[in-house]
């Protein structure tokens, strides 16, 4: 039998990673060709390693349809007349990640069945289908397309050939899902091919529509699946807690770690390619730390300490902590020259004195790196915040998260040790005072300056200005050396020299965690048991109080005008919730009254920025325009606290209306609306003033400065009263 793969693959560099040549090398063992189809130029050293493959050519191509365009245009080039001398045809993508064990099991299996196609999963059949461009009013049950099989029968027949030459064209993500993975499964058992998934995990419909992404430890273990998906680990996590609780990528991470598979070939790939915050997110990266487990520690790593002391009352806090630590860890403290005069003396640490600029304070953890495998560094950056208590805080979680005592340090020797894919570890993300809002967001003009830093210092990750930085913005982190030795010193200083110590520490400290992703490391958070029982109290508090939770903070309404009047009775009132199959925010209601308009109403109390905002009625396609918001091509922005859309439409009682947003980004907003009514003080009037500059930079592209600008005079001018 003369078997025939084609593999499509794409990565914005052209890298091919070691996950990919496993997966070659297990489809060889049982394909006479494979045609490697790259969406894009392949780099030098991947494409010389693929061209010593035995059977294997090479076809680059624009990145034009996604995979299913490489695909369509591979079989026309290879020829449907030659596609007849093949007995299989296995078409395959770069989404997935393994094997896992073997595919010998599977291709014996399934070569007992009298088949047309068969593939590795099932997609679940859903009652609608959100897209336009499909053909069907529902989502059909069908293979998903990452690994598919066509036998003799059907790769021969006009049916497959006129498939693909009638194929629609495919232009964005969306395309590819509605106008060819939903349909085609359906479209040939129509016309009378048999098919069949390998994994059947028909027992788990009732629990979810798409087994693989929400439950792949069940298919891998229970089911002899074989692969798993590469998004798995990177995943939005809004879509992961749409369905579960978003443990799902940690937990097949682990499992495939227990199993012997190496890990590493994915935080290769991850750290190079994903954000670190999906990341973070999606492997759940937490250590619960617990002051009273002894470890018997007998690797060799060696850890230093170096403390930064600026503040007299910052002493008696810190030498709380390191008399209770071991004799044989080296503690370096930096003290400037005031402290100095007063013979400030630690008992268990060297002592030496910080001139207190940004080239000193790189060049103690570059001198540390020759000496050290794992390296402390404790400090509060001079950020200025205007409470003194928020910055002490912050130490207090580092000590008791670092340094509690010796049980401490010895697990956190024992994470590196166990853990080769962990480059740094940070305290928890601070919620308190003025941390919370700078770890939640980017401030625009920090993170053009880390971005730069980061160009300048020739470090290549997946930056984005809408994912928060896991930098220790605390000014405290524990690090590996091998991280430290990847920085290029003299340039970084050079970088940083005409910046004041404040903002090139910041800049230094939000670059970190992307060093250590450049070095295909992952970061974590350290949590002690007493600050993880602050941590959980203060993120009830959020998701309670202050309107994050789904009910509370999607509520959308819709106002019914019926004779040229709103009234109160005549509203309908939904949740906006994301869609986990589209990646879309989605609201639905019915029509209450006879009416030719409706005023939406997205959410109230906060500003918000929606992009690809899209109406239909009964399906089909309705103007909907921002009444007090500003149109800028696709986006809109709402500076507003109650933003308004309006659709003009003869709707009729119980037309259904359905509204959909790519991006729906929410600005809080209550601190402007407070600020402008006046009675705040300076410094919560400070805050009002920072919010509304960066609401001004991020988007200045909307061409609205004037109006944001007459906000904040608004703000100036009650505080002066």
Same mark, same amino acid.
């Given at each position: ?306 403390? #930064?002391?600026?503040? %007299? ?5 810190? @030498?709380? *902590?390191?008399? =209770?630590? $071991?004799?044989?860890?080296? &503690? ?56 003194? #208590?928020?910055?002490? %805080? ?5 000590? @008791?998260? *670092?340094?509690? =005592?010796? $049980?401490?340090?010895?697990? &956190? ?309």
């Amino acid at each position: 039998m003369r078997k025939l793969c084609i593999y499509s693959f794409y990565d914005k560099e052209g890298i091919v990673d070691r996950f990919v040549f496993d997966m070659l090398e297990e489809v060889k063992k049982y394909f006479d060709e494979i045609i490697f189809v790259s969406n894009g130029p392949v780099e030098s050293k991947g494409k010389k390693k693929l061209e010593s493959i035995e059977g294997l050519s090479i076809f680059e191509r624009d990145n034009k349809g996604f995979d299913i365009g490489g695909i369509q245009e591979t079989l026309l080039k290879t020829g449907f007349e030659n596609l007849k001398n093949y007995d299989e045809l296995l078409i395959i993508n770069s989404s997935i990640m393994g094997p896992v064990f073997s595919f010998k099991e599977m291709f014996d299996e399934m070569s007992k069945e009298e088949l047309d196609f068969w593939g590795m999963t099932v997609y679940k059949k859903m009652k609608y289908n959100p897209w336009d461009s499909s053909r069907f009013d529902y989502i059909p049950t069908h293979l998903q397309s990452f690994f598919i099989v066509i036998r003799k029968n059907m790769l021969g027949s006009l049916d497959f050939e006129k498939y693909w030459k009638e194929l629609p064209s495919i232009n964005t993500y969306d395309d590819a899902v509605s106008k060819h993975e939903v349909v085609f499964t359906k479209h040939f058992e129509e016309l009378g091919y048999t098919w069949r998934a390998y994994i059947q995990s028909q027992k788990y419909n009732d629990w979810t529509n798409y087994h693989l992404n929400y439950m792949p430890i069940k298919l891998i273990k229970d089911l002899k699946c074989p692969v798993f998906k590469r998004k798995s680990f990177i995943l939005d996590y809004r879509v992961y807690l749409g369905v579960t609780k978003g443990n799902e990528g940690r937990d097949l991470f682990n499992y495939l770690d227990s199993i012997g598979y190496d890990t590493g070939k994915i935080v290769e790939n991850i750290t190079r390619t994903a954000n670190q915050f999906d990341i973070r997110c999606s492997l759940n990266s937490n250590y619960q730390i617990y002051s009273d487990k002894n470890l018997v520690n007998d690797n060799n790593y060696k850890f230093g300490i170096i403390i #930064i002391i600026d503040n %007299l009352d910052e002493i008696e806090i810190i @030498n709380g *902590f390191i008399e =209770n630590l $071991n004799e044989k860890i080296e &503690i370096n403290i930096y003290v400037t020259n005031n402290i100095k005069r007063k013979n400030i003396t630690f008992s268990k640490a060297n002592i030496f004195v910080h001139p207190g600029n940004i080239k000193d304070y790189l060049k103690y953890i570059q001198e540390a790196a020759d000496k050290y495998d794992l390296l402390l560094f404790l400090s509060i950056p001079p950020y200025g915040l205007s409470n003194r #208590i928020a910055e002490i %805080l912050s130490l207090e979680t580092a000590l @008791n998260s *670092f340094v509690k =005592n010796d $049980n401490v340090i010895k697990q &956190i020797v024992d994470m590196f040790e166990n853990n080769k894919s962990l480059g740094l570890i940070v305290p928890p993300m601070a919620l308190h005072s003025e941390y919370a809002g700078v770890n939640r967001s980017w401030n625009k003009s920090t993170y053009d300056k880390v971005k730069d830093l980061l160009l300048k210092l020739n470090i290549k990750v997946n930056l984005d200005i809408n994912k928060p930085s896991l930098g220790p913005l605390g000014g405290s982190f524990i690090i590996r050396s091998k991280v430290i030795n990847y920085i290029d010193w003299n340039k970084l200083v050079e970088l940083e020299r005409y910046n004041n110590y404040s903002d090139s520490l910041k800049n230094f400290l939000n670059s970190i965690p992307y060093i250590v992703q450049a070095c295909n490391l992952l970061t974590y958070s350290v949590f002690s048991e007493s600050e993880s029982e602050i941590y959980i109290n203060e993120l009830l508090y959020l998701y309670l109080e202050k309107d994050t939770h789904p009910k509370n903070y999607f509520p959308a309404k819709f106002y019914h005008r019926v004779k040229g009047v709103f009234s109160e009775d005549k509203i309908s009132q939904d949740i906006i919730k994301l869609d986990v199959d589209s990646r879309k925010f989605i609201v639905n209601t019915n029509i209450k009254y006879k009416c030719n308009f409706i005023r939406f109403d997205p959410i109230e109390g906060n500003s918000l920025s929606t992009k690809g905002i899209e109406a239909y009625v009964n399906g089909k396609k309705v103007s909907i325009e921002p009444i007090n918001g500003y149109r800028h091509g696709y986006s809109d922005l709402f500076i507003t606290d109650d933003p308004m859309y309006g659709i003009r439409h003869k709707f009729n009682r119980n037309d259904i209306i359905r509204i959909e947003f790519s991006q729906f980004n929410i600005i809080y907003s209550d601190e402007l609306d407070k600020g402008i009514t006046g009675n705040r003080n300076q410094q919560y009037g400070k805050k009002i003033n920072n919010a509304l500059i960066d609401i001004i930079n991020h988007y200045e592209k909307y061409n609205i400065k004037k109006i944001i600008k007459k906000n904040l005079k608004k703000v100036k001018n009650k505080l002066k009263k």
